[in-house]
């Protein structure tokens, strides 16, 4: 093809003579151009990458060694073979300027033909070994740069697994030590009540003894519960399987009805929720998967609310509603903030506050889910606020 073949230039202000030296070196491996004078030749030089440039010494106007400073002094063309030819005696010492201008070689008229043939060839030779060695070098550096890339992959891959085992692990860790907190607390009070009826103390199983018992069991086996549907949500988001049902919900109802089933949970933090929410505010959204966020949020809140009130919200907002919920704790860092809504993290300094990391995940799956938004406003020391925006309905009121 055209693209690959040797480019030749051939500089002579006489027709006869361009043409005549075409026809000596013309082959099909390579393109002749022709310049009957310096500044055409000029042209073609920086317009074309040539393997080997004849010049004619004598020419009016720019002669051949004019044109050779030029191009040494030019980056594109400096290393272009130069092969002057002249018809003037050698006792004009031409051939020593020629090569003081940097030619390769110097050839008088008459020309020999087999000796012109046999110097294009070489330098139309040596130009494509020195292309296929460019070539070659072009090739090694994007195997280099490839396999440089595909060391990078491996390298974050081999991050990333081994970050998912650490993950794994902790995450086992964590699961075998939020659900060993209830089952001893089930197993203690099985042996106690075991021991008491094996000394036939049957008479303290009264109705009092007996609602204590069942509360202190439900909140054991809700604890357990909870944590067996967080993993089962994030194994459903993972898979692309968590669905929402959407219906008309009256959302201050709902949170009225989590205040209240929380309010034991409030106590025993030492802390009380109180709730805002203005008129009747109904939205399309999945009854239970709403739900589900309001208790996480309050969850956290009473768990990392020091004992203080903990307060939730609603409100309408532009084209929906927003939900917020505040607690007046110990706060999140603005590092901790860009994690927190990721598997498995917790803010630094909760380690001692329980949970899997599984629940603000959770939660901003099921707010996206629905076409929301989730974000916290924190200050170590001074309190969080968590706001939810949902738009009154999921878009399509289709399940994500």
């Given at each position: ?15 006869e ?39 004619d010494?004598q ?16 980056e ?11 018809a ?11 090569y ?6 110097f ?19 040596l130009?494509?070994q ?22 990078k ?11 998912a ?24 009070e ?38 067996i549907?967080d ?16 219906s ?64 939730v ?8 509603v927003?939900?917020?919920v ?17 598997q ?30 989730i ?26």
């Open positions: 093809m055209s693209d690959h073949r040797a480019k030749v230039l051939i500089v002579d202000d006489l027709p003579n361009l043409l005549a030296l075409e026809a000596l070196i013309r082959q099909d491996d390579r393109v002749v151009f022709q310049a009957s004078n310096g500044d055409d030749a000029l042209a073609l030089l920086l317009q074309h990458e040539f393997a080997l440039a004849i010049l010494v020419m009016p106007g720019m002669n051949g060694f004019e044109l050779a400073e030029l191009m040494r002094g030019t594109k063309t400096r290393g272009i073979p130069i092969v002057f030819v002249t003037a005696g050698k006792e004009l010492n031409y051939a020593f300027k020629g003081e201008t940097g030619a390769v070689d050839l008088y008229k008459p020309l020999d033909v087999d000796a012109v043939r046999g110097k294009v060839n070489v330098f139309v030779e130009y494509r020195r292309q296929e060695v460019r070539r070659q070098v072009q090739a090694l550096e994007k195997s280099r740069q490839e396999q440089e890339a595909l060391l992959e491996l390298r974050a891959a081999q991050g990333e697994l081994q970050n085992v650490r993950m794994r692990d902790d995450f086992m860790s964590m699961v075998a030590h939020e659900l060993r907190t209830p089952l001893n607390t089930l197993f203690l099985a042996q106690l009540r075991k021991m008491q009826l094996d000394r036939g103390n049957t008479a303290i199983f009264d109705a009092a003894y007996l609602q204590k018992m069942v509360a202190r069991d439900q909140r054991q086996i809700q604890s357990m519960v909870r944590l549907d993993m089962l949500d994030v194994s459903r988001i993972r898979s692309n399987r968590l669905s929402i049902r959407p008309e919900v009256d959302l201050p109802a709902l949170l009225q009805r989590v205040v209240g089933n929380l309010a034991n949970q409030a106590a025993s933090a030492g802390s009380s929720i109180t709730l805002e929410a203005g008129p009747a505010i109904t939205g399309t959204w999945d009854e239970f998967r709403i739900e589900q966020v309001v208790i996480n949020l309050l969850t956290n809140a009473l768990r990392y609310g020091k004992g203080k009130p903990v307060t919200s609603a409100a309408p907002a532009e084209g929906g927003r939900i917020e505040s607690d007046q704790g110990m706060g999140i860092s603005e590092e901790d903030q860009r994690r927190i809504f990721e498995f993290e917790r803010a630094a300094g909760n380690d001692g506050t329980g949970g899997l990391g599984l629940g603000l995940f959770i939660t901003q799956q099921l707010v996206e889910a629905h076409g929301g938004r974000g916290v406003q924190s200050e170590p020391g001074l309190g969080s606020t968590f706001t939810v925006t949902l738009p009154m309905s999921p878009p399509g009121e289709a399940g994500a």
